[in-house]
């Protein structure tokens, strides 16, 4: 008799030292309640003193940390740990350093990223953090939202895999802005990976 075959796809998740975890910790919950066959299986950190690193070794994930000073360096590391843990998936969460085209193009699975706004109008190596949700504040927009994109070598370009909008008009800063956003990126990451790992 045949047997059906069960996958786990198994992802890896890369944030900087100044993560706070929750785009990793949401993707976490969200497989786990929907019980969909997707896992972090590693997580890199390029600090040990980031808030999300320690968050991670509370859910269970194994974490490491990998310096990013020498950038050559660490996505030599990214790689070897990567297919020592049979990854299919890079899921950047909160990771502001930029990866090299040769890294991007020889790792071979997908490497995908959020950012806190609708790309490309509000994308850019200056724009993350509050830097994001102060110039939509600024340009006075009704609309803000999540964009999840296919990493490329120019920082926060790459193919538009999923994009979410939130109405702001309500919004009375640009916290109240950023409060906002948080929340349909927490909804849409997740899903967005599973159904590109899927499709
Ligand atoms: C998120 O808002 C994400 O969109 C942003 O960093 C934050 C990480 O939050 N990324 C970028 O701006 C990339 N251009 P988290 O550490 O709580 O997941």
């Not at 929750?22 to 969909?36: C, F, G, I, Q, V």
């Not at 020498?70 to 299919?88: H, P, R, T």
């Not at 790792?107 to 994001?132: D, F, K, R, S």
Request: proline fraction near 4%; charge should be neutral; glycine fraction near 6%.
């Amino acid at each position: 008799m045949e047997r059906a075959s069960f996958i786990t796809y198994k992802i890896a998740v890369l944030s900087s030292g100044h993560s706070r975890g929750s785009n990793l910790s949401a993707m976490h919950e969200y497989w786990k309640k929907h019980n969909l066959p997707v896992q972090i299986a590693l997580a890199v950190f390029t600090r040990a003193d980031s808030p999300a690193f320690s968050l991670a070794k509370n859910l269970g994930i194994p974490s490491f940390v990998v310096s990013a000073k020498d950038m050559a360096g660490f996505e030599a590391e990214v790689s070897k740990l990567c297919i020592e843990n049979n990854i299919s998936l890079i899921a950047l969460a909160g990771f502001l350093k930029q990866l090299s085209a040769s890294f991007i193009s020889s790792i071979a699975i997908p490497i995908l990223n959020i950012h806190p706004a609708l790309l490309p109008q509000y994308g850019g190596e200056i724009m993350y953090g509050m830097a994001v949700h102060k110039a939509v504040w600024e340009a006075g927009e009704r609309e803000s939202g999540a964009t999840i994109h296919l990493v490329d070598p120019l920082y926060d370009h790459g193919t538009i895999v999923a994009s979410q909008k939130v109405a702001i008009d309500t919004c009375q800063s640009p916290e109240d802005i950023a409060t906002k956003v948080l929340k349909v990126e927490h909804q849409l990451y997740a899903k967005s990976i599973y159904g590109y790992l899927t499709k």
